[in-house]
Each structure stands twice: as C-alpha cells, then as structure tokens.
C-alpha cells in the first residue's frame, strides 16, 4: 500500500516550483448551502490545473533518467500541458498520446511548451495501446496521468495545503476522473487522522468511479461523450480506486445538462474561468439541498482549460 | 492632510468583513518583462473589484447615522455594487446614483443587492448635480467614490496587504480614475519609507490624471467614451491628485484598441476574468519594453466586473 509520508516528500520536492494555490471563501456558496464555503483554486497554477503537481513529482522523483531518455505520458489534456510545462523547465524532452479528438485548444496550450504530441484513436484502449508501444520501442519512463503512487502523493498535497489554510475539519467535494485526485486527498486526510470526509463528482455519462464503488471492483464504462473532457477515464486507476473504496467515498453525479452551472457561476460569482470537469462539484453544490451545519466545506477547482469558444457560448446565455 | 494612520484604522475596521486578495505570481508575465511580476487580485472580492474596501470603511465609519438615514453615493459601476452590498451587510439602506448609459450588467449586479437607483444624464457634471441634489433634500449622509480621506485610506489597505505578502520593496502599476486608488497605495507607501514606486495607468481618452500632473493642477477631459467603463472620473479628486502629485507618479497611457489585451491575457493565461480598467495594467505591460532586474513589480487587477457578452466577443478573437 502505498506510504502516506510520500505525499511529504512531494510536496517538499515541489515547493521551489509550486506555490500553493489560493483558498477563496465563496459569500454566494455558503449562503446558498448555510455553511462555509471554500474554494481551492487549482485551476490559478500555470498550465491551468492541478496536473502540475504530479507532473513535477514525477520528473523530479526520475530526473536523471528523464533528463537522458525523456519522458512519456498520455492525457486527455491537462495532464499533457502540465508535462510539457515541468519538462521544458526541468529539461527534460517530453512525448505525449493524446486522443485525436482533443481539443485544439489544449493542443494547442500543450504543442507551446515544446513537447512532441503522438496521436492515437479517440477511445481509451487506443490510448493506452499506442502509450505501451511507445514506451517498449524508445525506452522511455511513463508518467502516468493517474495511477502511480508518486502521482496520487502529488495530488494529496492539496489536502496538506488545506490543513494549513483551514485549520479545522472539513468536508471536501473532488472531481473524479481515473481516482487519482480523489486518491491522493482521502490518502493525506485518511493519514491526518482527524474527521475530514471526501466525496467524488463525477459526470453522469461517465459514471466509473461511482459504478466501481458498487461493484466493489473496477470497471468500464463503454462510449460516452462528456462536455467534462478532463474527466474521462473509463475506468479507475488500481491504486486511486482502492485508496478510495477503503474510505468509502460517496460520489454522486452530474448530468450533462447540468455540467454548464458551475462553469456560469465561477465566470459570474468570482470571475473565475474553470472548465467543465473543473467546476463540476460547484455544478453538483447547486442541484444540492443546503445542510445547514459550521463544518467548513471545500470545493476542488481543479482546471481551468475551457476552449474559449465554448466558454464564450456559455457566458452568452447569461442573462 | 490625510494621516496615513487612517490606513491602518481602515485595515483594522474590514478586517472581519473582507480577507485579504491573494497574490498571484506571473510565470508568463515575469519571462516577458525580465524581472518578477505578481498580480494583485483585487477581482476576487465579492462583487469584483476593490471597491468593497471603502464601501466598507465608509459605512462602518458613520454606521449609526447611516443606519438610521440610509446612505448615498454615485458611481459607474463597481463602487455602486460594493456599497449596495456592504449596505445589505450592514443593514444599512442605500441609494445610488448611476449614469443611464451604465452597462446592465453591472446595473443588474447592483440591483441584486437590494439599493434603490436613481438615473442621471451620461455625463460628469449631471452625475454630480443629482448626487447633490439628492443629499440636500434627503439628508443623507454620502459616500464618495474616490475623493474622500475614508475612501482612499481604505484603498491604502491594499498596500499594507502588499508589504506583508512580498516582504520586500517593489514597483506596483495601478489604474487611474479618479486617484482615489492610487492615492491610498501612495499614501501607504510613502509612509512604509522604502523605496516602493508606483506608476498609473489611464486610457488615453481619458488622461486626466496624466495631463492634471502636467498641468499642476486637477483639469476636466471633456467627451470620451472608453471600454474601460471603470476609468470614467473626467478630473482627479482633490485629494488623490495632491497624493500622485506630491509622490510624482508617472501615468503611462492606453489605447482603445490595446486594452482588449489584457483582458484577453488574463483569461488565457491565468484563468481569471478582469474588466478592461482592471486589466489596463496588464495591457500597458504587454506592450512596453522589458527592464531586467530582480526587483518585483506588481500588477494590480482592480475589477472583473465585464458584461458576459463583451467577454464572450473578446474570447472569440482568442486563436
């Protein structure tokens, strides 16, 4: 299993790059919810999410060899713009699969920091496929976008930062995706020993987490399309889902329809730009009946990669 | 003259209704300028911009005589939603008064507050014959947005925030309406004693505070419009303008046409929405030479209250 003193050793080798992100109290969330609202705001690091922290672990934990043979991942995108980020500054020559049907506009944010982008088909087997291939005939390290254990250290180092930013229990609602987020938070706050409890959010099409946690194994969730397109592993990564299954997280779920409430309320309430994936546990809060309670709860902002053009019609339909 | 000590009384007196902005560090910005450059997120208040400082400090200052007469004040946007929410918060009834050519959007932000609005001629002089008008035959006490010893001590809390977060002297780039805020980071400044500099920014159709320091003294801009909707004070206040003057600011000058940059960078780059006058000191940045040195400058971003629609139209220019 894997040592929660690794989430210490991240973010100690990630300070000189990182700093925390801010934590914004949300007035307009916590009346809605009576209860204090916070907002950890991942989506203000440079590239635009969370995916910095892992991404800067990884390299930093293989520095040597990376700096020799490169480094290699896939991502549906923020985790490629955060590898190209920390192996142009670190650097380190990076290589990444990413889907044909990614947006241009991560694209076009990951080919600016210099890295080699290998396409494959738009599904998550061929992702995977082309990954494993790639890594055989160059010899090459993987970083994985999710499911490693220097990945889901990476990701507890938010849940350190809270402790000192809050100083009390909290309640804490995360994006989910392949569970490594989710992973990394229960793992820090599993650690702490205190009463603060985590819950996942996942889009409704791509229900894997929420599916998995029933069955009590990982599975797959065959074809969806969702406008939440950081969030779209189909299945749990190993160690994020066992991490979670071991807390028993609850993770509820949004409707594509819904997805665009939080993306509008960030843009209008805080002047906040998040993207789908990044903003659906605000989507969630607001289709949620308030639980008048003191205990402090924090929403994850994970990203903030929205393609302009689609946060344009959204802001559009604001009255 | 104002007793910088009034600063510290304001900081002390909001203290427990606004947490201090968080301080962002600009990775993009700091590689085109040569030197560290930080952003000040001033847009992250509840209702989007600084604003909420004085409305605050000028209510809590005369809280009984408000309570019981209401208040009233003029602004072209964002001054009003403060006072109308820090009204509502502070049990307090507010009117105000706005020019008819206000934007909706910020009108609507407003109303949600709950204030009564009162609707003047669009112009400068109108705005301040209906102000007074309604003072005398109310009796009400009146907030003024920029020129008042409350008002810019408030904005001086921004700077003593500053000295603690970079613990170290810098440069800082501010806009410039009325000189209020300017003012009040001045007046902080000056008393810190280092070696801090400050330098405004105003759109070059309205340069009044730039050709008031020309001329030794404050002079009216006769008809302009401007994007930057934050930037409409025709002639600096009396007070502000001794503070610039006596500090001699240098205001550098923005175009029409330039300052969609900044807030097209922010939204890029940073993932946070600003208005034109918010971002205006992004947008001179953007386009001035770079000046190598370890001391940081920083940037503040005053206001994200920008219409949906004229966000959406400035995204879709984004390649």
Redesign the interface.
Same mark, same amino acid.
């Given at each position: 299993m894997l040592d929660p003193q690794r989430i210490h050793e991240a973010r100690e080798a990630i300070a000189p790059y990182l700093?925390p992100s801010?934590l914004?109290?949300s007035?307009?969330l916590s009346r809605l919810c009576k209860r204090p609202v916070w907002l950890k705001l991942e989506?203000?690091h440079?590239t635009?999410s969370f995916k910095v922290r892992p991404a800067f672990f990884g390299l930093l934990r293989n520095l040597a060899i990376c700096r020799q043979r490169g480094v290699l991942t896939s991502s549906s995108g923020n985790f490629a713009q955060a590898v190209a980020y920390a192996a142009q500054r670190l650097d380190v020559s990076a290589c990444i699969v990413m889907r044909e049907d990614t947006s241009p506009f991560k694209l076009?944010r990951t080919q600016q920091w210099g890295a080699e982008i290998v396409f494959c088909a738009p599904h998550h087997q061929a992702r995977w496929e082309t990954t494993h291939r790639l890594q055989e005939e160059r010899g090459v390290p993987l970083l994985h976008p999710y499911d490693t254990a220097e990945t889901i250290a990476a990701n507890g180092t938010i849940a350190l930062e809270l402790l000192e930013q809050l100083d009390q229990d909290f309640d804490i609602w995360v994006p989910v995706s392949g569970g490594g987020l989710i992973g990394g938070i229960s793992l820090a706050l599993e650690a702490h020993g205190g009463s603060c409890r985590v819950y996942g959010v996942q889009p409704a099409v791509n229900a894997s987490m929420a599916r998995s946690l029933e069955a009590g194994y990982p599975l797959t969730v065959e074809h969806f399309t969702t406008r939440a397109d950081a969030l779209v592993a189909a299945m749990p990564g190993t160690l994020g889902f066992a991490i979670t299954k071991r807390n028993a997280a609850v993770v509820s779920l949004v409707e594509e329809e819904a997805l665009d409430l939080g993306v509008s309320f960030l843009? $209008?309430e805080?002047?906040?730009?998040?993207e789908h994936g990044g903003a659906i546990a605000i989507s969630a809060l607001l289709q949620s009946s308030p639980m008048p309670t003191s205990r402090p709860l924090v929403i994850v902002v994970s990203g903030?990669?929205i393609a302009?053009?689609t946060?344009?019609?959204i802001? $559009?339909e604001?009255?």
């Open positions: 700093a801010p914004l109290y007035e307009p989506s203000l440079l635009g076009a843009a $209008q805080h002047k906040l730009i998040a903030g990669n302009p053009t946060l344009a019609k802001l $559009q604001i009255p």
